[in-house]
């Protein structure tokens, strides 16, 4: 798995920073009818996927981890413009599980760790991100 230089803790204080920031930088608008954590859990999750180094394939070939989350992100930005995310796991399930064109899986290989599906590895990192901000809650 990849290396985190912070806590996740650390990370869910400051998400809301980062949605802020990359609704200027990266042009991404939340939808209308979107759950409202569920933009700054997405960008949480592009970020954590730039950040980690890992390999990504996608339709047989590999790319690097910053290659990868700039085409999720794309696809992000389509799928916003036609109002199909309403959740976290509607962007890991529509964008982030398979190519829309071959419908072939994207698969991740993280260094210290075997090939798996990236829906794998985002549903896991969700999942921590989720706890940590339950265990943050009053």
């Known amino acids: 798995m990849p290396k985190m230089g912070s806590t996740i803790c650390r990370i869910v204080v400051r998400l809301h920073i ?8 990266f042009g991404i608008t939340p939808q209308a009818n979107a759950v ?5 859990e997405i ?4 970020s954590y996927l730039e950040r980690s180094d890992c390999k990504f394939n996608r339709n ?4 690097t981890a910053s290659e990868a989350r700039a085409h ?8 916003v413009d036609q109002e199909s995310i309403s959740t976290t ?3 890991i399930d529509q964008a982030a599980t398979a190519s829309s064109m071959s419908g072939m899986i994207y698969r991740v290989k993280c260094e210290g760790a075997e090939e798996i599906p990236s829906a794998v ?3 896991k990192e969700l999942q921590r991100l989720r706890q940590a901000a339950a265990i943050r809650k009053p």
Request: proline share 3%; aromatic share 20%.
């Open 72 to 79: 999720l992100e794309m696809k992000y930005r389509y799928l």
């Open 43 to 46: 960008i949480y999750l592009l």
């Open 36 to 40: 409202p954590s569920a933009e700054a």
């Open 121 to 123: 590895l985002l549903k």
């Open 89 to 91: 796991e509607d962007f």
């Open 60 to 63: 047989g070939s590999w790319y």
């Open 18 to 25: 980062v949605v802020v920031l990359a609704t200027f930088l």
